[in-house]
């Protein structure tokens, strides 16, 4: 089984970047995908997750910044992120959930938010 996002980086204040998680070995309509991040000395957080039916739920902090989606033809999940902060600075991991013992972790991307 393998996660691998893509498309992080260094982005200004306001701007914009949008995350990829391409997912193999694991049958991908089935889970539901995540995208949590990890900022310098905080703990890890949900920033959103969509079910496989496509039910969508954000974290507080980034309704209406945040879009995640997926795309089950390209094994493949996305988080369009719009007006970044700089509190938006972590590492964005990518999760993989079919039940609560069965879960697959990418190794995460960078994200930085300054100017």
């Known amino acids: 089984v393998q996660l691998v996002e893509s498309g992080g980086g260094l982005v200004q204040p306001g701007g914009s970047l949008r995350l990829s998680c391409a997912a193999s070995g694991i049958r991908f309509r089935a889970y539901v995908m995540a995208w949590y991040r990890q900022a310098p000395g905080k703990e890890r957080e949900v920033v959103g997750e969509i079910t496989s039916g496509g039910t969508i739920n954000y974290a507080d902090s980034v309704k209406g910044r945040f879009t995640i989606s997926r795309d089950n033809a390209r094994n493949t999940v996305y988080l369009q992120m719009n007006s970044l902060k700089p509190e938006d600075t972590a590492v964005y991991s990518c999760?993989?959930?079919?039940?609560?013992?069965?879960?697959?972790w990418g190794k995460g991307t960078l994200v930085t938010v300054s100017s």
């Open positions: 999760n993989a959930k079919l039940n609560a013992m069965v879960t697959y």
